[in-house]
């Protein structure tokens, strides 16, 4: 007969097990603390993402309000769009409604491609790039526009448009 004897247990210092019991609370309040500030970042980043999207879109209204201005042969409507310091007049906006009547008939409809805020000493300003797409075939054209903020407002300082960015 084969007899074995175990060893009995050791009990666990109460050092150690104080240790223990630190780093685990330790841990926990880690994991906490990261994720609260975790959720708070990209809260805020979120946040943030949907004030750019929503400034874009607010730029991107006033140049396709533009565009709509000049399918109506409307220059006033057009030239109030602008920045009353820009270099524009009600005329010049009048006179590239007339030579440009190919940009803006064939219900042209602006589409964003890129936008770029710029905060300056003098303002904030932003940069514009977009297509023109227009009903039936056209070629789609491509337009850059120059903004700024005025009164918690959108202006044109200034468009151009190319001539063609092919189909």
Request: a negative charge.
């Given at each position: 007969m084969t007899s074995s004897v175990s060893p009995s247990p050791q009990p666990i210092?109460?050092?150690?097990?104080?240790?223990?019991?630190?780093a685990l609370v330790g841990a926990a309040v880690t994991v906490i603390a990261c994720t609260a500030g975790g959720a708070f970042i990209a809260f805020g980043g979120v946040t943030a993402y949907q004030s750019a999207w929503r400034e874009a879109d607010?730029?991107?209204?006033?140049?396709?309000?533009?565009?709509?201005?000049?399918?109506?042969?409307?220059?006033?409507?057009?030239?109030?769009?602008?920045?009353?310091g820009a270099s524009v007049t009600e005329e010049s906006v009048a006179q590239l409604?007339?030579?440009?009547?190919?940009?803006?008939?064939?219900?042209?409809?602006?589409?964003?491609?890129?936008?770029?805020?710029?905060?300056?000493?003098n303002g904030i300003s932003a940069s514009l790039e977009g297509k023109i797409t227009y009903v039936g075939d056209r070629p789609v054209r491509k337009l850059e526009a120059s903004l700024r903020r005025v009164d918690e407002r959108w202006r044109l300082v200034s468009i151009q448009f190319a001539d063609s960015l092919g189909s």
């Amino acid at each position: 007969m084969t007899s074995s004897v175990s060893p009995s247990p050791q009990p666990i210092p109460s050092r150690c097990v104080l240790w223990i019991v630190i780093a685990l609370v330790g841990a926990a309040v880690t994991v906490i603390a990261c994720t609260a500030g975790g959720a708070f970042i990209a809260f805020g980043g979120v946040t943030a993402y949907q004030s750019a999207w929503r400034e874009a879109d607010t730029a991107l209204e006033v140049v396709q309000a533009f565009m709509d201005a000049g399918a109506a042969g409307d220059a006033a409507a057009g030239y109030a769009l602008f920045d009353p310091g820009a270099s524009v007049t009600e005329e010049s906006v009048a006179q590239l409604f007339a030579e440009r009547s190919d940009v803006f008939q064939g219900s042209p409809t602006v589409a964003l491609e890129r936008f770029t805020v710029h905060y300056e000493t003098n303002g904030i300003s932003a940069s514009l790039e977009g297509k023109i797409t227009y009903v039936g075939d056209r070629p789609v054209r491509k337009l850059e526009a120059s903004l700024r903020r005025v009164d918690e407002r959108w202006r044109l300082v200034s468009i151009q448009f190319a001539d063609s960015l092919g189909s």
